[in-house]
């Protein structure tokens, strides 16, 4: 059974800090890119990060450039999104996706966490 668990979303003040992390079972980790996906109310869901499936290569969203780390360790089988300088506009839901980095058919979701950023 293909399981991705988010966890380490919360409240923070604007500057703050916040990492999150997936933690993932039943499929082939190294052979998944791994992805953070996030959603504000009102909004489409944004891809914000990704990093292959050696963990070579990474690319992100404009708007989180040099304040966002996506890393991953293939030998927990889990992904990691490190969020510096956060600010307001990066509330929402971030969710963690995986996709085989061949078969794209293969491509699963994790439920979510929550990330608030307020005073």
């Known amino acids: 059974q293909v399981q991705l668990v988010e966890s380490g979303g919360g409240l923070v003040q604007p500057g703050g800090s916040l990492r999150l992390s997936c933690a993932t079972s039943g499929f082939t980790f190294s052979s998944y890119v791994m992805k953070w996906y996030r959603q504000a109310p009102g909004k489409e869901r944004e891809l914000v990060a990704s990093?292959?499936?050696?963990?070579?290569?990474?690319k992100y969203a404009d708007s989180v450039k040099g304040r966002f780390t996506i890393s991953r360790d293939n030998a927990w089988n889990t992904v990691y999104l490190q969020m510096n300088s956060l600010k307001p506009e990066d509330t929402a839901v971030y969710y963690c996706?995986?996709?085989?980095?061949?078969?794209?058919?293969?491509?699963?979701w994790g439920q979510g966490t929550q990330v608030t950023v307020s005073s």
């Open positions: 990093i292959t499936s050696a963990g070579g290569s990474t």
């Open positions: 996706n995986a996709v085989h980095r061949v078969r794209a058919q293969y491509d699963y």
